[in-house]
Nanobody, 121 residues
């Protein structure tokens, strides 16, 4: 079974920083794109940032210049460095990855359980 486990969420004041991590584990053959999404109360889940296996990145306009996504392919881990946090960044942040596992030998979409980020004003 493939699992994505996030860590690093918490409570921070506006202007502060947090770093999220997401580690994939299990019988993993390969990982293509990895990314972060977030869902605020009463809102739909939205893309925050993605990164390909080759390191190409994509960001939501709302986080450009403040957030940085990176990955360590050797550790099957993706990170999200969040700086200059704003109250509107408050949400549950979810890790996502396209993974070929040794169980299915197909690419499948996996999600983590989510980690809460709360930014106080």
């Amino acid at each position: 079974q493939v699992r994505l486990v996030e860590s690093g969420g918490g409570l921070v004041q506006a202007g502060g920083s947090l770093r999220l991590s997401c580690a994939a584990s299990g019988s993993i053959i390969s990982i293509n794109a990895m990314g972060w999404y977030r869902q605020a109360p009463g809102k739909q889940r939205e893309l925050v940032a993605t990164i390909t296996s080759g390191g190409s990145t994509n960001y939501a306009d709302s986080v450009k210049g403040r957030f940085t996504i990176s990955r360590d392919n050797a550790k099957n881990t993706v990170y999200l460095q969040m700086n200059s946090l704003k109250p509107e960044d408050t949400a549950v942040y979810y890790c996502n990855a396209d993974i070929m596992s040794g169980y299915t030998w197909n690419m499948n979409d996996y999600w983590g359980q989510g980690t809460q980020v709360t930014v106080s004003s």
